[in-house]
């Protein structure tokens, strides 16, 4: 089975990375961009809606885009200022940021989604593009096709979590697939366990939602009450900057081969294979490859994700 092609809409940005010593490298980033990126390292066509400034910023960013075959959208590169972030590395290799960032969606309609959609991240809670993205998201839906989303959330560039959970779970009841980590629902829902968050959100309308718990592993939720735990694997951290985007990388590559993602017929698929009983082996499949992915990720500088050959021997 041919995997479709995705369209992954949202940020690509600069990371300037401060170390704790104080040295610092700038590396192309964003969480959409970084995802589009880890799916083309694995072998999937991608294009990317997004939004980059004519600069020397926007140039490496084009550059390191291109060269791993993701496909830009036409109006993805603007006369303006590249966005940065600024990632400060703790001993761990833990990240805090800081954002200078601008976000509009180059013109994109349901008909420009060849088969599956994913985003999340800034994109979907800065405005001007932010609502432009929902409805995108909407009518990708009512057209039949899948979609991803990933709340990747930057408490610096938000409102207080009670006014932000509703933004959030809108998208959430369009996705078919949700990954988000314990930071994202533990400051969403402050005091409640997060494994319980993602076990409601699953109640909601994704077929399947997958919570990233670090050095923990992950687990994956879908409705009724279906649970398989991923365990994570060893590696010498370097630092964790884009390992939930590779994490989501990984598993929608998994998905996309297994044909549970894409149109109307993959969407019936999903449903059926994420309905209750225990985990189907597809979806425990694309989980272990999720894990991989990001594991290799955290083992080097930067969000670099891995090629496929890098993880075939565990594919």
Do not use: Q
């Not at 709340?151 to 938000?158: G, H, I, M, Y």
């Not at 409640?192 to 997958?210: F, H, I, N, T, Y």
């Amino acid at each position: 089975m041919t995997a479709p092609a995705t369209l992954v809409a949202g940020e690509a940005l600069t990371d300037v990375v401060v170390g704790p010593d104080g040295t610092r490298y700038a590396h192309p980033g964003g969480s959409p961009a970084n995802t589009a990126l880890g799916l083309a390292r694995l072998g999937h066509p991608v294009t990317l809606a997004t939004r980059i400034g004519r600069d020397a910023h926007g140039d490496a960013l084009v550059e390191r885009l291109t060269e791993g075959r993701v496909a830009l959208l036409p109006g993805s590169v603007v006369d303006a200022p590249t966005s940065t972030a600024r990632a400060e590395l703790d001993g761990s290799g833990s990240a805090a940021y800081r954002f200078d960032i601008t976000w509009d969606l180059p013109p994109v309609g349901p008909l420009g989604v060849p088969g599956h959609l994913h985003t999340g991240s800034v994109a979907t809670a800065l405005e001007p593009g932010a609502g432009r993205l929902f409805a995108l998201v909407a009518a990708v839906r009512r057209r039949g096709h899948t979609v991803s989303y990933d709340p990747n959330l930057r408490p610096a560039l938000l409102g207080p979590p009670e006014t932000e959970r509703p933004r959030v779970e809108r998208l959430v009841a369009l996705a078919d697939v949700v990954k988000a980590s314990e930071e994202d629902l533990g400051w969403l829902h402050p005091g409640r366990d997060p494994g319980d968050v993602a076990a409601d959100w699953a109640r909601r309308g994704p077929r399947l939602v997958v919570l990233t718990r670090g050095a923990g592993g992950a687990e994956a939720h879908w409705a009724p009450g279906g649970r398989h735990r991923v365990p994570a694997h060893r590696v010498e951290v370097v630092d964790t900057i884009g390992a939930g985007d590779a994490f989501m990388a990984g598993l929608l590559a998994g998905l996309l081969s297994a044909g549970l993602l894409g149109g109307a017929a993959a969407r019936g698929r999903l449903r059926a294979a994420a309905d209750g009983g225990p985990v189907p082996p597809a979806v425990a499949d694309a989980l272990e490859l999720a894990a991989r992915v990001a594991a290799l990720t955290c083992g080097r500088a930067g969000a670099d994700p891995p090629f496929l050959a890098e993880v075939t021997p565990v594919v």
